[in-house]
């Protein structure tokens, strides 16, 4: 580990001034994910099911004066010398500044890692930062990471995509650089060298801030990584184990609301594989489209469920709300009734069910793609 400049004494007051908030946010802990699997997935920690806009912006009502949009002349390359490693891009990074006791006080700063989606939505979402830091009169900072948001090299998402050059900077032993570096940036600016760093993320963001951890240390005095599948990867962790935790949110509401999911799967290709089954299949879930095979509406449903489960959270509590249709349809409803009534349960009484609302391409799904096909190589490798 790099020396530090404080000196040893001070070093341990500064661990102990932060290690309350260690203790205090370790049970942040977002509830884990449950359906019953009819399908294992390859490396998928989470589902992001909330689509951002990559054009959307804070809305002038949240993003008050307290928070400074800045952007960092980022380099595209950390750890090659190539005539393309000297590229640079802007990388968006957002500071609150309201509650910061300052450099001088050697007050912490929280930092927020950016995960696979724009930062936008997670400054109004992620809560423990704005929640601790009056306390320990913590600067909080956010940082986009790349690839997302506005800070995409040379313009959109879908380009940087299709551009063999630079694609392959997207990964996130890039991205822990890249925060590395305004990080960095930021103590010098704020001549903040003595204020202790905790890094902070959610999920894959959690799965960074680990890393980060282990590969900053003279950067972060800590790291907050809730929700984080660090060792969900092919070959190391079961891959049925993202939707055992599914299966047991669902078996813990309701046995019979489990039971009739469990049964659903092999009932909707019963029918599907009836003459016009497809059709009736369609009419019964109200489609907006014609089903075209059963894995359709499976996939559907199968998605709907994981993400009930993966935001089970108040006020709504969704896996509850799914069960309630389910259990609560008229009796003599047979098991695809229930399973519909399910879903009007959770998703409002609609004309029509799109099956196709989980895959419109965002930022998210098509970034998130190419990273877990990186994973999942790197890890084979």
Known sequence: MEARKSTPSKSYKLFYQVYPLLLLLLPLILKSVSAVPYKI?????????????????????FLSKDFK???????????NYGPQSYATF????IINFKYW????SSSPIFAYLGAEAPLDEDLQSVGYLTA?????????????????????????????????SIRGYFNSAQAIADYAEVLLHIKEKLSAQDSPIIVIGGSYGGMLASWF???????????????????????????????????KDFEEVSKSCYKTIRKSWSEIDKDASKPNGLSILSEKFKTCRHLNNSTQLKDY???????????????????TMICSGIDGAPNGTDILGRIFAGVVAYKMNMSCYDTNEYNYPSETSVGWKWQVSLFSHNNSS
Do not use: C, W
């Open 41 to 61: 997935p390859r490396l998928t920690p989470h589902i992001r099911t909330i689509l951002r806009n990559p054009d959307s912006n804070l809305s002038s009502s």
């Open 69 to 79: 949009t800045y952007f960092y002349t980022q380099i595209l390359d950390h750890f």
């Open 90 to 93: 802007k990388q968006r990074y």
């Open 101 to 104: 006791g300052g450099g001088n």
């Open 132 to 164: 601790n830091a009056p306390h320990f009169k913590a600067l909080q900072v956010y940082i986009e990471h790349r690839y997302y948001g506005k800070s995409i090299p040379f313009g959109s998402m879908e380009e940087a995509m299709k551009n063999e």
């Open 213 to 247: 951890r282990l590969k900053y240390p003279h950067i972060a005095i800590g790291a907050l990584a809730s929700s984080t599948p660090v060792l969900y990867f092919d070959d190391i962790t079961p891959q049925n184990g993202y939707y055992s935790k599914v299966t």
């Open 301 to 319: 449903l199968d998605t709907m469920y994981s993400e009930a489960a993966q935001y089970n959270e108040p006020p709504d509590y969704p896996v």
